[in-house]
């Protein structure tokens, strides 16, 4: 069993920045791929970022060049810096961890960007 623990949600204006944190806990062997998802309701929960173990990095493209995705092995931790926001932007993002192919994901933390 895998824990996920967000951090770093909130309000921002347009052009301004955000840094989301998520901290996997419990049984975290063999944990790979790690990632951000964003969801805004009525849609389906669409990828942001992913990163695996090795540092390899896969961004949608309409967060490239504004979003970086980094992750701290040691601490078991992914982050999520957020520049250059839109309003568009905003929605709930969701962290989440791919253990032997099946993902877990956070609670999800609310991101909203301001005109």
């Known amino acids: 069993q895998v824990q996920l623990v967000e951090s770093g949600g909130g309000l921002v204006q347009a052009g301004g920045s955000l840094r989301l944190s998520c901290a996997a806990s419990g049984s975290i062997f063999s944990i790979n791929v790690m990632g951000w998802y964003r969801q805004v309701p009525g849609k389906q929960r669409e990828l942001v970022a992913i990163?695996?173990?090795?540092?390899?990095?896969n961004y949608a493209d309409s967060v490239k060049g504004r979003f970086t995705i980094s992750r701290d092995n040691a601490k078991n931790t992914v982050y999520l810096q957020m520049s250059s926001l839109k309003p568009e932007d905003t929605a709930v993002y969701y962290c989440?961890?791919?253990?032997?192919?099946?993902?877990?994901w956070g609670q999800g933390t609310q991101v909203t960007v301001s005109l």
């Open positions: 990163i695996n173990s090795g540092g390899t990095t």
């Open positions: 989440s961890a791919d253990q032997n192919g099946f993902l877990y």
